[in-house]
């Protein structure tokens, strides 16, 4: 360990056995006795309007916390403001929420480009910028921007891991790419071609892209087909995915195929894009489908169900985001319970960076939580599944 | 040679949804001289209406008639309400309006039924006829759905009273008051029928898309090269403008410029139409008489 | 076309005590409103310069443009990699952008000659459409920065002078928005104003006069197109980071409804329509989070409906009221 982080560390535990003794209580602001302010930015209206649902279900998820009495005694309030995909927006929204609503912290606001616009602002006023709701792999870098943390599997993360997994079982496959023309296709194919790496030229006989506001990419489907590739790797988003894998088994193409995480959903996707045309795709997960009726009986999914009933009704049980809000505000929740009374923003920002071994309800079995002061991606480990008509089932084991 | 065929049958198949689109718009210009650029969020609001009453039980077909006559006492609404009074501004009123429409309807659709992407049904088999897979039954489907209401429109204008007049009204319309052709009716009129052929176009349109409130911003650029590129007063122009425009994006982005320019192509498109020969390929040129 | 009216020739002794009254009543928000809210207000006036811009294409020239955002995209891009690639002082981003907008007008004006009214008004909504898609393209991505966009860094106060980066930058937006107000009041005064209003008015009797319609058409895109520029690249090192997502198709639609909503062919119109655009949003987030656009578009059409020579003519009607009982 370099000196940095053993003093870091060292530093950590003194604090960790100082706690204790530490019953004062200390507030930055938007921290109080009675309540903690969150702020939040999400693409409310816009092209990205869909995504507005994981805003929506953390408000949900907080308004219960409130009404189980809180946290430690302090009330949830989230501040979500629409930035309607725009990083203007999203700079006037945050320094509204900063300088404005003086919120404690900024939890997962939505957006490459969003957190991009706002990232050294943030670092500079020293406000956490936290579990960003993005997968873009430049959000795990606590050297130069220690105040900003992503949540999620990175995209490159999962691009290596198929690229692993061709390597290993498919190593003279001819390989076409279909990837959304935005900063997730993209970095996701980065990851690709860095885990495929010399091969990367050779393997990848094809790649297309295509824009979210593309009525059709039938076009794309045939080109890719006809470069007479074997494995296809789909990087979509939901609605582009059924369309694609419906496309692909239409026109006779039948490559081993590999789905990117965020289109595994078996309610949003495989069934509009048929059930028996999505037999035998793999994808990695971290999070439990909730359409899979392997959870039928899961008591998580079942509280996640009751939730969804009670607090969230017209969200939407198909929708992988959902499951996606629902845990991301969970872990806020563990990480602001274990700051408990001081509610500094370095607190925040500390204790987020110390979650160990944290098994979420709706997250797969042997996925856990892990950040430290080097390590600001939550989520790294992932699990590859194949499709079998029915269900997502797991193979291999969990790769970190 | 198979990729091009297919390629090619997939061109026809997107562009019969421009095609579909582009057909609204040109019976709107023809009842009112004007550029509808609310037309596809028009269309997109028909559907989730369609989509509404199947989810309540209602059949397909009977749905689909449903939403065509919705939309039709809609069309006639909008232009009578909302329209009527600024008739005999200038064009940038009504411009503004139509932007203010398609804000409107975006947002109001996105309230009601969420952004969730939802599948929407299809009438026709899904398994593709004659086996091949070129091109699936509902994209065929869809192509004669469109060349039906395409020779239906054309009918219309061209043997019947009411199209003339509706022409008329739309060409010189002190003349046909003069006439006796109650020129505010016309123009309802127009809406009314143009709101029922986007509803078509969207009812088409969503099981290849699904249906979501954006579905329809993606489409609505190139349905307005596609009837461009036709000759906006002309409905054969159209739906040829709609197929060409679907080929040409899918070749070009196939065989020549890849997939990254294709909102560019169409751009090009409409400006080169515009400024080289703004009647379109099949429009008459109209010569104003100073 | 509304409420076209031209500036009047000399200002009376009366108002240019107001004026200057004004300016100064404009150096003291910084000093007494937070960081926050003088940030906002420096987009005010960055917003302000384009439709200034616009104004002068589609209130006094007549010709509609749904596209203007492609020029704020190309200014505010413009001081990006002036500033990030080219180690460029910000304060001279803004000729260049000036000038690089004023010639993509001006080519861009050449074949929309052809276009009337809705037509134009396509094509130019076509621009904006296509113009994400386009910022995006491989080949630019080493210059663009792609979607990640660039990051600016605001500049600081010179000379040491005691005010932070975001007063400062408010001072400098204001100075260059009365440079560039005082700019298209003169121009829009003189012999190439009456021009432009006569081509908007009656063309064909215009051209009987000698006008050439071609040239001022297009020069009059091309000086829209500057105005806007300048707008953009004040707007971009207020907000420090350009995107390509920052720039879709949204935008022109706000700048369009800014001028409807301040007043055609007015220059107070611009400043009025720019605080509309940047306060209204929030204004209508607020009363309902789920349809925030469709207040919007209520309210852009009413306006369309109730007072269609935009604010700037209904102060103007109450201001002569006023003065008329006084």
């Not at chain 1, 992503?150 to 290993?168: C, F, R, S």
């Not at chain 1, 076009?219 to 789909?234: E, H």
């Not at chain 2, 061109?11 to 040109?26: K, R």
Request: glycine share 10%.
């Amino acid at each position: 360990m370099r000196l940095g982080t053993s003093f870091a560390s060292l530093a950590f535990a003194a604090a960790l056995a100082a706690a204790p003794a530490f019953a004062q209580k200390k507030y930055d602001p938007g921290a109080s006795d009675t309540e903690i302010k969150i702020g939040q930015t999400m693409p409310y209206s816009g092209p990205a309007s869909a995504y507005g649902t994981i805003g929506r279900i953390e408000a949900a998820y907080f308004k219960m916390v409130n009404e189980q009495g809180g946290i430690n005694g302090r009330k949830l309030t989230l501040i979500s403001l629409d930035d309607g995909y725009s990083p203007p927006r999203t700079v006037e929204a945050t320094r509204r929420l900063v300088e404005q609503d003086e919120v404690l912290f900024d939890f997962q606001p939505l957006g490459t480009a969003a957190n991009a616009a706002i990232r050294k602002y943030m670092n500079a006023k020293k406000v956490p910028q936290l579990f960003v709701a993005t997968g873009a792999t430049m959000w795990g870098d606590p050297k130069h921007y220690p105040w900003t943390m992503g949540w999620q599997p990175a995209y490159q993360t999962e691009g290596k891991i198929y690229a692993k997994d061709i390597l290993t079982n498919h190593p003279n496959a001819k390989v076409a790419v279909l990837y959304q023309n935005d900063d997730y296709g993209k970095d996701l194919l980065k990851g690709l071609k860095d885990g495929l790496g010399a091969k990367a030229s050779s393997l990848i006989v094809k790649e297309a892209s295509y824009e979210v506001t593309d009525p059709s990419i039938d076009s794309q489907i045939l080109s890719l087909k006809d470069s007479g590739a074997d494995v296809f790797v789909n990087i979509t988003t939901p609605k582009f995915a059924a369309l694609a894998i419906r496309k692909v088994y239409d026109s006779g193409w039948r490559p081993t195929q590999y789905l990117a995480n965020v289109s595994l959903s078996i309610g949003a996707v495989l069934t509009p894009a048929g059930l028996e045309k999505s037999a035998g795709l793999m994808t990695v997960a971290y999070l439990k489908d909730a359409t899979d009726t392997e959870w039928e009986n899961d008591p998580a999914m079942n509280d996640y169900r009751a939730f969804l009933k009670k607090y969230y009704p017209e969200g939407n049980l198909a929708d992988s985001s959902n499951v996606y809000g629902y845990s991301a505000a969970q872990t806020l929740v563990q990480v602001l319970k274990q700051c408990g009374d001081n509610l500094t923003r370095e607190n925040v920002m500390k204790q987020a960076a110390s979650l160990k071994h944290l098994q979420l309800p709706l997250a797969r079995p042997g996925i856990e939580i892990n950040t430290g002061p080097d390590d600001f991606f939550p989520f790294e480990a992932l699990q590859l599944q194949r499709f079998d008509g029915k269900h997502w089932v797991a193979f291999g084991k969990v790769i970190e | 040679m198979d990729t091009f065929l297919a390629q090619f049958l997939s061109g026809l198949a997107t562009g019969g949804v421009y095609a579909s689109l582009a057909l609204a718009l040109v019976m709107i210009h023809q009842a009112t001289r004007l550029v509808n650029f609310a037309q596809g969020e028009l269309a997109m609001f028909s559907t989730y209406i369609a989509w509404s009453l199947v989810n309540a039980g209602i059949p397909y077909w009977g749905a689909f008639a449903l939403t065509l006559a919705i939309s039709f006492a809609c069309g006639i609404a909008i232009e009578r309400v909302i329209l009527r009074p600024v008739e005999r501004g200038p064009v940038l009123s009504m411009v503004v309006i139509f932007i203010g429409l398609l804000v409107i309807l975006n947002s109001v659709a996105g309230w009601i039924y969420s952004y969730t992407v939802r599948p929407f049904p299809s009438p026709f088999p899904s398994e593709p006829l004659f086996g091949q897979h070129y091109i699936s039954s509902h994209d065929l489907g869809a192509i004669a759905v469109t060349l039906a209401v395409l020779v239906l429109v054309y009918a219309f204008f061209r043997f019947t009273p009411l199209g003339l007049a509706m022409r008329a009204a739309a060409q010189n319309p002190e003349s046909a008051r003069l006439v006796g052709i109650r020129v505010g009716w016309m123009r309802a009129l127009g809406w009314g029928l143009a709101t029922a052929i986007g509803a078509s176009a969207g009812m088409m349109v969503a099981p290849i898309v699904f249906l979501d409130p954006n579905m329809m911003s993606g489409v609505l650029l190139y349905a307005f090269a596609a009837a461009l590129l036709g000759g906006i007063d002309n409905p054969f122009g159209a739906v040829f403008g709609g197929f060409f425009v679907g080929v040409l994006e899918n070749l070009l982005g196939a065989y020549l410029i890849g997939q990254e320019l294709k909102l560019t192509v169409a751009l090009v498109v409409i400006i080169a139409v515009l400024v080289v020969k703004p009647s379109g390929l099949f429009g008459r040129t109209l010569v104003r008489r100073v | 076309m509304g409420a076209g009216n031209l500036p009047h020739a000399a200002l009376a002794p009366w108002k240019r005590v107001a004026v200057a009254a004004c300016l100064a009543a404009l150096c003291v928000p910084p000093f007494v409103l937070s960081n926050f809210s003088v940030f906002q207000l420096t987009l005010v006036i960055a917003y302000a310069v384009v439709l200034l811009g616009l104004n002068m294409l589609t209130g006094y020239n007549g010709q509609i443009s749904l596209g203007h955002g492609a020029f704020y995209a190309i200014g505010a891009y413009a001081a990006a990699i002036l500033m990030d690639h080219y180690a460029v002082p910000y304060w001279m981003t803004l000729p260049v952008a000036a000038a690089l907008c004023l010639a993509a007008g001006f080519l861009f004006g050449l074949p929309a000659l052809r276009l009337e009214g809705p037509y134009l008004a396509l094509a130019t909504f076509a621009l904006a459409v296509a113009l994400p898609q386009l910022l995006k393209y491989k080949a630019f991505e080493a210059w663009t920065g792609g979607v990640q966009g660039i990051t600016i860094v605001k500049p600081d106060a010179p000379l040491g002078l005691p005010v932070n980066a975001d007063q400062w930058l408010y001072f400098f937006a204001l100075a260059v928005a009365i440079l560039m107000f005082s700019l298209g009041r003169n121009l829009l005064r003189g012999r190439i104003g009456r021009a432009m209003v006569a081509v908007r008015d009656n063309p064909i009797a215009a051209e009987a006069m000698g006008i050439d319609i071609a040239l001022y058409k297009s020069l009059t895109f091309g000086v829209s197109a500057m105005f806007t520029g300048v707008g953009g690249a004040l707007g971009a090192i207020a907000v420090q980071f350009v995107a390509p997502d920052s720039f879709n198709a949204f935008l022109s639609i706000a700048f369009l409804v800014g001028i409807v909503v301040g007043g055609l062919g007015t220059l107070q119109g611009a400043v009025y329509g720019a605080i509309f655009i940047q306060f209204v949003p929030n204004i209508a987030d607020r009363i309902s989070r789920a349809a925030p656009w469709a207040i919007y578009g209520i309210m852009v059409i009413l306006f369309v409906y109730v007072a269609p020579g935009g604010v700037a003519s209904f102060v103007h009607y109450v201001s002569r009221r006023w003065r008329r009982k006084t």
